[in-house]
């Protein structure tokens, strides 16, 4: 059974920095892609980036120059760098890693929660 664990949350000032961690346990097959989403109270749960198999990112425009994402040299991490973090960035954060069509999965964490202060 595969479980994504997400790490690294917590509470910081406005300004500060975070790294986030995934880490997934158990087999998963053909990953295509491994990003971060993120949903704040009463909000929709949006993307914030996400990393190709082939190494390719893309970056919500809200993180952009702020936040990286990055892959682990050990298979199935994923890490996101946070830095000039202001109070909007406040939200749950969720790890995903989704496989090729061929396989069709998508796997999601259970979240860790960012608190940015003013």
């Known amino acids: 059974q595969v479980q994504l664990v997400e790490s690294g949350g917590g509470l910081v000032q406005a300004g500060g920095s975070l790294r986030l961690s995934c880490a997934a346990s158990g087999s998963i097959f053909s990953i295509n892609a491994m990003g971060w989403y993120r949903q704040a109270p009463g909000k929709q749960r949006d993307l914030v980036a996400f990393i190709t198999s082939g190494g390719s990112t893309n970056y919500a425009d809200f993180v952009k120059g702020r936040f990286t994402i990055s892959r682990g040299n050990v298979n199935n991490t994923v890490y996101l760098q946070m830095n000039s973090l202001k109070p909007e960035d406040t939200a749950v954060y969720y790890c995903?890693?989704?496989?090729?069509?061929?396989?069709?999965?998508?796997?999601w964490g259970k979240g860790t929660l960012v608190t940015v202060s003013s």
């Open positions: 995903n890693f989704r496989t090729s069509p061929y396989y069709g999965m998508n796997y």
